[in-house]
């Protein structure tokens, strides 16, 4: 466990700290992410260290690209994308989950589906911390108040995973959302949690390019104005519109009054955040939701204007989910549309390219000696010579070889020195 961050190949789901809860706790490192540390003392021995490999999204991971589905699937690039059996754009019918949202509410409008008629118990997923709004914790919510509190993207580090026992320990189903990486590991632990299996009603992933660190949302506050986080009374990165505003409203000085400091999208993901995501983030395999039942994401095919109304791309993934989100579409919960699968590389091409070179990264590590994750089952060589030009694939090898030396890849790094 110490290694798989220490070698910086930890993608922070918690999953660890659910199974092991007695043994290891989620915090928060600036400069990282979320990360697994050891509460047992000295004279203690971890016990589990043979059971890492089974349930670690960052050691390995294996592909459902032949899932039980797979008769099914339309014909699709799911080298690139991973199994889909449909492809649906759309938005939430409930305005306000809309237009908080950040792109379209479909999410949102799914999770209240599952709890206002599949009768689900609750919702767990990620929200700001409210006590100190820069943070995320994770949470469940059981209504329509508790989600719209939750709605809008977070880009910064969470561990919803750690708190799986609350799904487990539910009278009924659940759903859980999370990021790609955190399904994966929801896949992973309910292999080995036979009531945590029967508990877990539906899975939905958020597309993710990567999960800036907390140093990174530091840093656009205070281009933001905001000389002191603890005079942050709220943070939204986006939503509200689409993609709506990053938006901070906080205490100037020793003023009473709450002013807001905004930026554009644009200029909070594209300028800052984005360079702040750990090494673990430029070689994930899965960026739209492989292992979720229904996974979401924004349509970006098209020019978006400054008042556009949110938009989801919503891609079914499993058997499961499809029944749900045809039931959630029938009872009014979304408006939402079959659409073309080739809306999906028009609207995400930078994931698509991210895939794409990630052979050409892993081999890279392999021939330096520096530690990565296994993906078995995973197509990466045939995308690699498909999707990129020769001096793309140059760079994929070039800018590995560099990353090894800058960020001291094959040493392991000491996660708390500036924490």
Known sequence: MHDVAAYQLCCGCGVCAYLHSEQIKMVDVPDSGRRPVSILSDNDRFTSDFELQSFCPGIALTSRHNNNALSELINFASDAWGGV???????????????KGSSGGAISALALYCLEQEKMQGVLHTKADEHAPYLNITSMSHNRDDILVATGSRYSPASPCEQL???????GSSVFIGKPCDVAAVEKARTLKPELDKKIGLTIACFCAGTPSTKGTL???????????????????????????????????????????????QQSWGKILQKFRPWRCYICPDHTGEFADIAVGDPWYKEIESDSAGRSLILVRSRKGREILHQAIDAGYLLAEKVSPEIVPASQPNLLKARAALWGRLVTLKNMGAPCPKYLNTPLFSLWVKELSTKEKAQSIYGTVKRVYTKQLKKKQNLFKNS
């Not at 026992?165 to 009278?171: D, G, V, W």
């Not at 506050?221 to 990165?237: F, H, S, T, W």
């Not at 990053?246 to 100037?252: I, L, P, R, V």
């Open 165 to 171: 026992i609350r799904i487990e320990n539910a009278q």
């Open 219 to 265: 840093e656009m506050l205070g281009q933001l104005g905001v000389i002191d986080k603890n005079r942050l009374k709220k943070l939204r990165y986006r939503g509200c519109g689409w993609p709506g505003m990053t938006t901070a409203s906080h205490q100037q000085h020793d003023e009473v009054e709450t002013v807001d400091s905004e930026m554009s999208y």
């Open 85 to 99: 059996l449909e492809v649906f754009e759309g938005h939430a019918a409930d305005s306000e989950i809309r237009y």
